[in-house]
């Protein structure tokens, strides 16, 4: 259960966000408050805990991403996680993968207004070329079978795997590990006490071991 008078200023004494990056925190979330209502970006009972529920949230990937690094986001919908490490880290090579076109205007006036450094993607993330990232993540897009085949098609030999997973990630990782050979580490979420971050660092097809 996350707390819904969990503010900006909070999340800043958290984090210990400078000035910088909490101005271009504060455009994205004004923004996200204007256009909420056009065209649904994330589940209207959520928008009362925004700093707590999707930026922090998001936040808490940021430390396991070291600078300079390139990042791959899928299903970025508002920007979660993605938006928001761009904002926090301008060192950040981010790519945000989103089919919706609506959504991708979004992303795109954040991105001119906050002043972030992303790429914005309008495809499906199938469709697109490979983008041999160091970094993947998502946040509620798909099962982490089907993250795992994005994945594969779009981070380095050395690629790592970030994916905010809710109270059903043992079950998604029991079910994955029918199809992969999944080398990971679990972190504890600091938004959803039945959550976890799971760190892939090795995901093997397991038909590769059959041949």
């Excluded at 996200?32 to 990937?61: C, E, F, Y």
């Excluded at 697109?128 to 795992?148: H, I, M, Q, Y």
């Amino acid at each position: 259960m996350t707390d819904q008078s969990y503010s900006a200023t909070d999340l800043q004494a958290e984090l210990a966000l400078d000035r910088e990056a909490m101005e271009r925190l504060q455009t994205y979330a004004d923004l996200l408050v204007k256009w909420q209502p056009k065209i649904n970006l994330v589940g209207p009972d959520t928008m009362g805990d925004l700093w707590q529920r999707h930026m922090l949230d998001s936040a808490q990937l940021l430390p396991l991403i070291p600078n300079h690094k390139k990042v791959v986001d899928f299903g970025s919908g508002a920007g979660f996680p993605g938006l928001v490490l761009a904002c926090l880290n301008p060192t950040l090579d981010i790519h945000l993968i989103e089919s919706d076109q609506r959504k991708c205007a979004f992303l795109r006036e954040v991105k001119r207004a906050a002043g972030c450094i992303v790429t914005v993607h309008n495809e499906r993330i199938e469709k697109l070329e490979p983008l041999g990232a160091d970094f993947a993540t998502s946040r509620a897009l798909a099962s982490l079978t089907k993250l795992l085949l994005f994945a594969r098609m779009h981070s380095l030999s050395t690629g790592i795997c970030l994916f905010l997973k809710g109270k059903r990630w043992v079950d998604e990782l029991t079910e994955a590990e029918k199809d992969w050979m999944i080398g990971s580490e679990h972190h504890p979420s600091r938004t959803d006490p039945a959550g976890m971050i799971l760190e892939i660092k090795e995901w093997t097809p397991r038909h590769e071991y059959d041949d």
